[in-house]
Every structure is written in structure tokens, then in C-alpha cells.
């Protein structure tokens, strides 16, 4: 496992949560940081992704407004801030990289990415 989430857990519907991604054994500065989902029953979806120098970010229609990417490259991190949590946020949460200074299309279409983490569950209750 190249990538490593945390972060995650249980949380009121309405509340906040910070996920982290962190790489231990690879430097993330030149990756494409996206964030997936995946709720019980359903198929993978990308939600978010931030350029290799965090100048540009993507948010799908289904979080857009309400979660926030970031990353900090000196400290080989990244975030994903969640507010206005709801029941339907419940899923497991992976950070993956793709190698390049930006794109959308890995997140869009969940192809190409060089490393996946293993995930994080976030538990909204209502």
C-alpha cells in the first residue's frame, strides 16, 4: 500500500470530518491527488481532485460546495474537508494518484491511477 487514509469515522448527519492522505514511501508533488468513494452496494465514484501544485481542483456535482481538497506538498499530505455531512456521504473514502500536473479524466472515469490507498470508512447517521 503506497497511500495511506485516515480520518474517517462516525459522525452526525450535518457534521465535519477531515480526511487525510499520506505517502510514507512516495513524493506526491508531481501527482494528480484524487479522492474516490464507495457505498455499500454501489460502484466506486470520484468525488474530488487537486492539481500536483494545488492551483486547480474538481468536485463532483454530488459534493461540490460541500467538501474542500487540499495538500500540502512539503509535508507530502492531503486533505479532504467534509461539511454538511449526509447519510447518503456514508462510504469508504480512497485517496489515489495519478502521475502528471493536472487532469480530470482518472478522477471522472477511475482509470490510470498509478497508487491507491486503502481506504477510509466515513459513517454518517441521521
Known amino acids: 500500500v503506497q497511500l495511506q487514509a485516515s480520518g474517517g469515522g462516525l459522525v452526525q448527519a450535518g457534521g465535519s470530518l477531515t480526511l487525510s492522505c499520506a505517502a510514507p514511501?512516495?513524493?506526491?508533488?508531481?501527482?494528480?491527488m484524487s479522492w474516490f468513494r464507495q457505498a455499500p452496494g454501489k460502484g466506486r465514484e470520484g468525488v474530488s481532485c487537486i492539481s500536483a501544485s494545488g492551483d486547480r481542483s474538481y468536485y463532483s456535482d454530488s459534493v461540490k460546495g460541500r467538501f474542500t481538497v487540499s495538500r500540502d506538498n512539503a509535508k507530502n499530505t492531503v486533505s479532504l474537508q467534509i461539511h454538511s455531512l449526509e447519510p447518503e456521504d456514508t462510504a469508504v473514502y480512497y485517496c489515489?494518484?495519478?502521475?502528471?500536473?493536472?487532469?480530470?479524466?482518472?478522477?471522472?472515469?477511475?482509470?490510470?491511477?498509478?497508487?491507491w490507498g486503502k481506504g477510509t470508512q466515513v459513517t454518517v447517521s441521521s
Open positions: 514511501r512516495v513524493s506526491l508533488e508531481n501527482y494528480v
Open positions: 489515489a494518484a495519478v502521475w502528471g500536473s493536472w487532469s480530470v479524466a482518472s478522477v471522472l472515469f477511475d482509470y490510470g491511477m498509478d497508487y
